[in-house]
């Protein structure tokens, strides 16, 4: 389950966005949920309840966590 992320952000340059989920809970490792990138640069929110590709802009990519699993 994700949850919504909003942002008001433009640029006549602005081709895509990328949105890294760290965990700043983990004092002794870095540990990363989620990468999402490639996010058109015309887009203002990601709504909840994405749990894959599926409701994200197309052309979205993502990659895997520390687990080695697409989250």
């Given at each position: 389950?994700?949850?919504?992320?909003?942002?008001?952000?433009?640029?006549?340059?602005?081709?895509?966005?990328?949105i890294i989920?760290?965990?700043?809970?983990?004092?002794?490792?870095?540990?990363?949920?989620?990468?999402?990138?490639?996010?058109?640069?015309?887009t203002k929110?990601?709504?909840?309840g994405f749990?894959?590709?599926?409701?994200?802009?197309?052309?979205?990519?993502?990659?895997?966590?520390?687990?080695?699993?697409?989250?």
């Amino acid at each position: 389950m994700s949850h919504p992320f909003s942002w008001n952000y433009e640029s006549a340059d602005l081709k895509s966005f990328t949105i890294i989920c760290e965990d700043i809970d983990k004092q002794d490792e870095k540990f990363i949920h989620r990468i999402i990138f490639n996010i058109a640069g015309d887009t203002k929110e990601l709504l909840t309840g994405f749990t894959d590709l599926r409701g994200l802009p197309k052309g979205t990519k993502e990659t895997a966590n520390c687990f080695g699993k697409l989250d």
